[in-house]
Structures are given as structure tokens and as C-alpha cells.
């Protein structure tokens, strides 16, 4: 059952004639004017309406947010431990500090990898330092180094550990880089300290960061004083940076870059190990995947290295598509013509699922809320089903991040950063999509406001959504979620008062 858009007399539904861009900028105009006037000017700054004439979709972006107000981000602990290092498979994590930031970060993304757990992966565990009062008043040093020699002890296998430093490290001033280099000395393995404390900078965009620095510090000057390791290089090698193999996407894209004729050295950091990052930078090319969080390191790459880098997006036939044949244009006519292969090998396969599944879901309006990336990787590919994205944002943009968004989106589209549950909340009852495609903390209550909803962090637990058999999971779910039954038994609040709803006994009684 469509969802009703037209909406009570009095709601904010789109009057007749309005344009995308007119009413987004009467929405916008409206949730601003809930606020004190001091507030509203700063929250107005990061909000918009796309204008393709300008070189980015501008808003402000990269700012704290507001003490009092909800927020979506995480800390930088969150980027550095739950992003860019917790997926390192033969590496044990631990978080150091009190028991509640690493139950919260344990297994939180299904960062899918290969091997045996507890025995030579161990992306599943959660390690914690489990601090105590007595840890903040003497230190938590010595507890550290006892951690350390408890995991050779128990994990033999591992090929060292990173220290992922909570806030109070940071507040007492524990030396966790003189732990990591005198238990690296008897270990002989790779001890590394990330100053992650979660307190720093303005979101987990900081933990991106910090991680990408660390593995410039701590992890390449290894490779660079062992070169002689016996890796044999070959024309065609790549990293594939920035996927974290969330229901297994890293693994459906390296297919495809096999397939077109390219060697993967390392993907990293899902279903990825310390010696892939170590010979990360004899790769002739970086395939980015999450600029926002690996940008760093592949310029760092490119600056020391030489190693040239470029995005790529796997979202979706036309982009896949176009990356594949953007990637096999730094490569010689025999890779080129492989991409152009692979391309039409797997056409048909793309057509069957658009044809099955795009009378279904054209014309249906989608808002997004995402980190990293997907606020614009995944336009397109709801574009190849006949899907309107509206509207879009991200937790913790950058402003090169929204430059880069204008190529996806069409004029007028809705912009939001950092946007506030009140925000969120006023748009969606103003443009009625038929479909939201956001985080864990915002599915539930758009479920209770009766619009369909997909969960983009982690896919619901379904994926892989990258490459051409992605594709297929990522059209079947979303017409799942738009076209369930369970809407016809759910009464959205702007259809209070209407008739077509049945009442929540009605629902009781559908429901047994």
C-alpha cells in the first residue's frame, strides 16, 4: 500500500505546484524556526538546497555539535577502533579503558573475515582493559603490559596487538607508545598505540585520522626496515582501501578487479592482515573506496611512495560500470578490454533485476542519513532502479566530501549535516518519502512515523550491496521495505483523523 503524501489539512505536506527546491527550502525555513534565534543562525549554516552551478552543496560542515542537542556521530575512539582497525583480522584489539566504550564497539559491524576465531582472526573479540578507579588514580601501565603477555600467552597465532586508547588514558596521561615499543622489543611482533581518546576532535571523522597516522608511523616504517621480505610484485597490483567488507563487500569487489585482470595485494582493512598494509605502498594503484576515512593515508602514500590512488564506487550497475572502466584506464589495452568483458557479462544479469524489481520501486522518494560515504555511492544505484534521492547528508562530512556530492545529486535536492533529530524528524513529515535509508538510532522511530526504512550502516544485516551481485540483494531489499504489507496495517501520524488506516486493534487482530 503506497504511502499517503498528501497528509492531513494543516500538515507540512507539499502544496500543489511546489518544487522540490521550494519546498525543501520552506522545510528548511520551518525546522529553523523551532529554535532560538541564536541557534537557528548556527544550524542554518548547515543546511541547503543543492545549486549545481557552485562547487559544493553548501553547508558547513567539520563543526562540534551542539552540548544538549542529539547527535548521530560517534567519537574518535569509534572511527579508530570501530572503523579503520577493529576489521584487521590477525591483529587483537584492545580497549583500553573502562568495560563500557569496547562492549559497545564489540562486534558492532559484521566485518566479515576469513579464518578461524581465537586462533588466527579475532575481529569478533572484544579485549578490554576493563579500568577500574584505582586504574585512573595509579595508572593503568603495568595492567597494560600483563594484557599484552595474556595475549601471547592465550592467542599465539596473533600478529600483535593495537591499543585503542578510551578517554581517561588520555586524562591521566598513561605512556602507552613506551608500553607498545618495550613489549614490541621482547615480543618481536607489532605493538601499536592509537591515541583515540574519544574526546578529541569533533566526531569519529578524527579517529579516521588519527588511525590513518598511526598506520604512517607504526606500521610502514616496519615494511621499510624489512624490504627484502620476499613479495614479488606484479604490473597489476592494487589495494582496495576504505571497505570494510560490511556482509561481504569488500570480497564481491575484488572479484570484479580479478575478473578485469588486476591483483589485489591488499584490501584493508575488512577481511585484511598486517602484512597486506605493510605491502601496501608497492601497489601501483590505491583503489579508495570510504574516502572519507582512508583519504590520508592513500596521500600519504602517493607523497612518499608514489603510489597514485583514485575513488572508485561498486554501487549499483552505471557506477559499477563507470569505475570499472575508469580503473582499467591506468592499466594497458588488455585490462581495458577485460573491464569491457566483465562489463558485458554481467549486463544482462543487471537488466534482469532492474526489470524485476524497477516497476516496483520507480518513482519512489528516498532520503538518506549516513557516515561516510553512502550519503552519495549509493545515488546512483537507487537511480538504476527508477528511486528519486531527495534528499541526503552525513554524520561527520567534510567539505570535500559535499564537493564531491554535487556529482551524484540533482538540483534542488535537501542537504543536511550533522542534522538534528528535530530536523530529521520535520523534514521526513514534510516530504513524505516512501523510504528512509539511515542508522540503527533512527530506525525505529521513522518505523513508528510509518515510513519504510532501511539501515545503510550495516545493510539490516543483509549485503553484500557492492558489485553486480550486490546489486540484486540491494533491489530485493529495498523493495522489501518499501512494498511490505506491514504498511497497510500501520497507521502513520499525518494520517491521524483519515479513514484507509485500520485501528490499532484492527492491527492486533491482523497481526494474530
Known amino acids: ?68 542537542v542529539m547527535t548521530i556521530r560517534g567519537c574518535a575512539y569509534a572511527g579508530s577502533k570501530g572503523v579503520v582497525w577493529g576489521p584487521v583480522k590477525d591483529l587483537v584489539h584492545i580497549s583500553h579503558g573502562p568495560v563500557g566504550c569496547g562492549h559497545y564497539s564489540w562486534a558492532q559491524r559484521r566485518n566479515y573475515a576469513t579464518g578461524v576465531t581465537g586462533v588466527d582472526s579475532f575481529v569478533t573479540m572484544q579485549v578490554t582493559s576493563d579500568f577500574q578507579e584505582r586504574d585512573v588514580v595509579f595508572g593503568g601501565d603495568k595492567k597494560l603490559k600483563a594484557i599484552i603477555d595474556e595475549i601471547e600467552l592465550m592467542f599465539p597465532l596473533n600478529r600483535g596487538v593495537t591499543i585503542q ?17 618495550e613489549k614490541s622489543k621482547e615480543t618481536g611482533k607489532a605493538v601499536i598505540p592509537v591515541r583515540c581518546e574519544g574526546f578529541r576532535g569533533v566526531s569519529q571523522s578524527l579517529g579516521h585520522h588519527i588511525a590513518n597516522d598511526v598506520i604512517r608511523d607504526w606500521v610502514f616504517p616496519r615494511a621499510d626496515a ?19 567488507n560490511i556482509g561481504g563487500d569488500a570480497w564481491s569487489s575484488r572479484i570484479l578487479l580479478e575478473e578485469i585482470g588486476l591483483r589485489v595485494i591488499g584490501q584493508w582493512s575488512g577481511d585484511a592482515t598486517l602484512a597486506e598494509m605493510e605491502r601496501a ?3 601501483k594503484l590505491n583503489l579508495i573506496h570510504c574516502y572519507r576515512s582512508m583519504n590520508y593515508i592513500a596521500r600519504h602514500m602517493e607523497e612518499k611512495y608514489g603510489v597514485a590512488w583514485m575513488e572508485y564506487n561498486f554501487f549499483g550497475p552505471s557506477r559499477i560500470a563507470a569505475s570499472l572502466r575508469a580503473i582499467a584506464a591506468q592499466f594497458d589495452d588488455t585490462i581495458q578490454a577485460n573491464a569491457e568483458r566483465v562489463i558485458a557479462k554481467y549486463q544482462p544479469m543487471a537488466d534482469a533485476v532492474i526489470a524485476e524489481f524497477g516497476p516496483r520501486l520507480k518513482g519512489k522518494k528516498v532520503m538518506l542519513y549516513v557516515g561516510g560515504l553512502r ?52 523534514f521526513i513529515q514534510g516530504i513524505r518519502p516512501d523510504l528512509v535509508g539511515s542508522g540503527i538510532k533512527e530506525k525505529y522511530g521513522v518505523q513508528k512515523m510509518g515510513v519504510p526504512f532501511r539501515q545503510m550502516h550495516s545493510w539490516d544485516y543483509s549485503g553484500p550491496y557492492h558489485g553486480y551481485d550486490g546489486f540484486a540483494i ?4 529495498m523493495d522489501i521495505a518499501v512494498n ?26 491482523a497481526a494474530e
Do not use: Q
Not at 226 to 244: A, C, H, M, R
Not at 380 to 398: I, N, Q
Not at 474 to 477: N, S, T
Not at 485 to 498: D, Y
Open 474 to 477: 540491494f533491489a530485493r531489499d
Open 375 to 426: 550519503p552519495r555511492h549509493v545515488v546512483d544505484a537507487y537511480g538504476d532502479l527508477g528511486m528519486d534521492v531527495v534528499a541526503t547528508g552525513y554524520e561527520f562530512a567534510h567539505k570535500d566530501d559535499y564537493a564531491r556530492t554535487l556529482k551524484y545529486v540533482r538540483e534542488g535536492t535537501l542537504i543536511y549535516d550533522d542534522v538534528t533529530a528535530h530536523e530529521l524528524e520535520h
Open 165 to 181: 586508547s578510551e578517554c581517561p588514558i588520555g586524562l591521566i596521561g598513561d605512556d602507552i607508545e613506551a608500553v607498545a615499543k
Open 226 to 244: 624489512k624490504p627484502d621480505d620476499g613479495f614479488e610484485t606484479s604490473p597489476y597490483d592494487v589495494n582496495v582501501i576504505g571497505d570494510y
Open 1 to 68: 500500500m503506497p504511502l499517503d503524501h498528501a497528509g492531513p489539512p494543516g500538515a507540512d505536506a507539499p502544496a500543489p505546484g511546489d518544487t522540490d527546491a521550494n519546498l525543501h527550502a520552506r522545510l528548511i525555513t520551518e525546522a529553523l524556526g523551532a529554535y532560538p534565534d541564536k541557534f537557528g543562525k548556527r544550524r542554518a549554516k548547515h543546511l541547503a538546497t543543492t545549486d549545481l552551478t557552485k562547487s559544493d552543496c553548501g553547508v558547513k560542515s567539520n563543526v562540534k555539535s551542539i552540548p544538549g
Open 484 to 509: 511490505s504489507p506491514v504498511w497497510s496495517l500501520f497507521k502513520a501520524p499525518w494520517t491521524e483523523g483519515t479513514t484507509g488506516a485500520p485501528a490499532p486493534a484492527d492491527m492486533a487482530d
Open 281 to 283: 605502498p608497492k601497489a
